[in-house]
């Protein structure tokens, strides 16, 4: 059965991979996700139902419009893979379990925010709010309604420091130092992995934006940096690997 499952997990996440693109690549420009339908953006030809099936058709085709022979984006293809793999990885890991529901959400918003963000540097409310909805759900069924005030309080606490830290940036450097989305993304983070845990998260993902900061500024490209892809990969691992994240803000109790 676990190859049964691993199967129409993987195929279950390219589809939503998908759909996830399109979500990423129309929301934050305005667009529709439902009209026009899938179509090629360089010649607007109406793709059909073989040469939209998830992975196979890019390859197929490889990466080009039957019609125009313009490139498709890469992002595509890779945004349907990863989808499909982090939900296979997430069974694979955790099998039908709380933590496995929960990996793909992380999973979901990991796909949406790393297209959206580095692609337009916008966060989008509405998986965020969908997500928040879903993790609640999840709390109430496996932990019961008592669950539901320490969540959403966590999440609250979270999302005020966060509101806190953009709002002393903002002083300190006269711009924005956080966006809106990254705000709300740690409403999130707390819902997830509660406060203590949620902050430690915040402070690792610093150190995941470093290298590409550092390689932005030595490039001289735009010095802003899309820092919810970074922000959500940390609540990735670091909800992986709780335990060893929650034996850190432990330590700071022996001080």
């Known amino acids: 059965m676990t190859i049964y499952y691993s199967i129409v997990i993987f195929i279950f996440g390219i589809i939503m991979g998908s759909f996830y693109n399109v979500l990423a690549t129309r929301l934050p420009i305005g667009k529709s996700i439902i009209k026009p339908g899938s179509h090629c953006d360089a010649c607007n030809h109406k793709l059909k139902w073989y040469e939209n099936i998830p992975l196979i058709s890019y390859i197929i085709q490889k990466g080009k419009c039957k019609n125009c022979g313009k490139q498709i984006p890469f992002d595509v293809f890779l945004s349907e ?3 499909g793999v982090l939900f296979l990885f997430s069974y694979l890991y955790f099998g039908i379990s709380y933590n496995f529901f929960i990996m793909l959400i992380l999973s979901s918003l990991c796909v949406i925010i790393f ?5 337009y540097m916008i966060i989008l409310d509405s998986p965020l709010i969908i997500a928040g909805i879903l993790v609640i759900i999840l709390k109430t069924v496996y932990y019961g309604y008592k669950a539901i005030i320490p969540t959403l309080i966590s999440g609250i ?4 420091v966060m509101l806190l830290v953009g709002f002393i940036g903002k002083k300190m450097y006269k711009r924005d130092a956080l966006g809106g989305g990254d705000i709300k993304l740690s409403f ?4 997830i992995l509660g406060v203590q845990v949620a902050m430690v998260s915040l402070i690792f993902s610093t150190f995941l934006a470093l290298p590409y900061a550092l390689a932005t500024i030595a490039l001289k490209k735009d010095s802003e940096v899309p820092f919810g892809p970074f922000i959500v990969s940390s609540l990735f691992i670091v909800f992986l690997y709780y335990d060893k994240f929650y034996n850190i803000v432990k330590l700071f109790y022996l001080f």
């Open 188 to 191: 999130i983070l707390g819902m």
């Open 157 to 160: 606490i979270t999302f005020l």
């Open 115 to 119: 297209v959206s963000d580095f692609k």
């Open 81 to 83: 893979l990863a989808t």
